[in-house]
Nanobody, 126 residues
Framework: QLRLMESGGGAVQTGGSLRISCVAS????????MAWFRQGPGKEREGVAA????????LYTESDAHRFIISLNDAKTTVYLQFLELKPEDTAMYYC???????????????????YGQGTQVTVSS
């Protein structure tokens, strides 16, 4: 079993920066990727960024590639998401996910992940 615990969310103003974290504890087993998803009010869960543990390869949705940075600690047990320029539309609950993915292309699909954390709320005011 693997447990994921997010932290670092909060309220920020438009244009501000923030970093959220996710600590993985337990048996990583065959997990080869960790990702961040978000779900805003009345919206479906969507992928924000992912990172493959072996090579540390980061992947982003095209629209967010220049505003978010996903990274891992050296032990590959903590994944971070750095927001560089927040917008009100970034307001959402952010969830950490871990899974065994067969390809880079499969990262944005929520059902490809076996584990999710409880989420951390990010609220951006204009």
């Amino acid at each position: 079993q693997l447990r994921l615990m997010e932290s670092g969310g909060g309220a920020v103003q438009t244009g501000g920066s923030l970093r959220i974290s996710c600590v993985a504890s337990g048996d990583m087993g065959t997990i080869n990727a960790m990702a961040w998803f978000r779900q805003g009010p009345g919206k479906e869960r969507e992928g924000v960024a992912a990172i493959f543990l072996g090579a540390g390869t980061p992947l982003y949705t095209e629209s967010d590639a220049h505003r978010f940075i996903i990274s891992l600690n050296d032990a590959k047990t903590t994944v971070y998401l750095q927001f560089l320029e927040l917008k009100p539309e970034d307001t959402a609950m952010y969830y950490c996910a871990a899974g065994t993915l067969s390809s880079y292309r499969s990262w944005p699909i929520p059902t490809n992940y076996d584990y999710y954390g409880q989420g951390t709320q990010v609220t951006v005011s204009s």
